[in-house]
């Protein structure tokens, strides 16, 4: 077993805490990666705080699956990686391998897939994150992070990038093609930016004027104040995607009512209160409702790929360990532009 220091809270109120987390030795098809940057994402503190809807936390809790590091040791049967080089792990460790779902590459839809952390492992005991020095995992769940990438701005793309890219290509976001993306910040600054090299007319609503000028400029071609009941009129019935980055619950019938002939909202995230819409919203032009997880990991190589080529990355705030609390309590503010990122070097500091 390998040592390792970590950060963990140990309940829904409690402060993040310096500890000791024990990884499993390298087996034959291991990566040991020594964890350079850790993105820190909403769910995170949904899943420390236990705030998500019929969510449940498992105690202590490490969080963490935007990580981003340096391969430093290797399986005997090892054939995807070697030592030095640079790798990512998103929000799965483990899935079955075995089912429809995982043979299609959408290994997010497995019935038996094993999160990052807050999750039992195959050895029956619970995983830890990427606020932590180092992991060990499967080959088959790590990814290739490009050269091009500097691993601080990575680490938000193994859950971020994803998480847009995913929905972006699924719905055939391209030129020709107009998409919305509700909330601009940690997820949907990255989704502007892929759906604009995408070739998509890309539209940004955010309750928050502040933010017009770096829609503009990470590719938005245009920005409307959330609140903008005109702004709603006029977009009426022109968007052939919306994808909801935001937390809480929105006027969903305001935003379908944004949905050309067989347009699509797509929701990624989980409000705390049920979603409600008027039925009639979606007999007009055939709209759809739909959302989705993440992405597989074949899929998630290919965001790092398309990213490398198109020089996407995440806008950071890096952070030291021991101001995690002050992050998530920003975080929950909207006072972060986009996202913060854990430098684990200092993780070892008290």
């Not at 030592?83 to 075995?98: H, L, Y």
């Not at 094993?114 to 060990?136: A, C, E, F, M, W």
Request: overall charge neutral; some cysteine; hydrophobic content about 40%.
């Amino acid at each position: 077993m390998i040592t390792v220091n970590a950060r963990c809270t140990c309940s829904p109120g409690g402060s993040f805490q310096s500890t000791t987390i024990r990884r499993r030795r390298v087996g034959d098809h291991d990566v040991l990666i020594d964890i350079a940057y850790a993105g820190i994402c909403h769910s995170d503190v949904e899943h420390a705080r236990m705030s998500r809807q019929g969510g449940n936390t498992l105690y202590p809790l490490t969080p963490g699956h935007e990580i981003a590091g340096v391969v430093t040791a290797v399986g005997a049967n090892v054939t995807r990686f070697r030592v030095g080089d640079r790798a990512g792990v998103g929000n799965m460790v483990d899935a079955c391998r075995s089912c429809p779902n995982c043979s299609a590459g959408l290994e997010q839809y497995c019935s038996k897939r094993v999160l990052t952390y807050n999750s039992i492992g195959r050895d029956g005991l619970p995983t830890h994150g990427g606020y932590s020095q180092k992991i060990v995992v499967d080959e088959t769940f790590a990814v290739r992070i490009p050269d091009s990438i500097p691993l601080q701005n990575a680490a938000p793309l193994m859950c971020a990038g994803i998480t847009l890219y995913s929905p972006l290509r699924h719905w055939n976001a391209g030129p020709g093609k107009r998409v919305g993306i509700v909330g601009f910040g940690g997820l949907g600054h990255v989704g502007v930016q892929i759906s604009k090299a995408l070739g998509a007319h890309t539209t940004v609503f955010d309750l928050s004027e502040s933010k017009r000028e770096d829609a503009h400029r990470m590719g938005a071609d245009e920005f409307c104040v959330a609140m903008d009941t005109a702004a709603f009129s006029r977009l009426a019935s022109s968007f052939d995607l919306v994808i909801s980055t935001v937390p809480a619950s929105v006027d969903m019938d305001a935003y379908l009512g944004l949905l050309a002939l067989d347009g699509t909202f797509v929701n990624l995230s989980v409000p705390s209160k049920p979603v409600n819409f008027s039925a009639a919203s979606l007999l007009a032009n055939r709209r759809a409702i739909a959302g989705t997880r993440s992405g597989g990991l074949r899929e998630t190589q290919e965001m790092l790929d398309f990213c490398a080529r198109h020089q996407i990355g995440a806008e950071i705030e890096v952070i030291a360990a021991d101001r995690i609390d002050e992050a998530f309590e920003r975080l929950l503010a909207g006072d972060v532009r986009y996202r913060f990122v854990i430098d684990i070097s200092t993780m070892a500091d008290d």
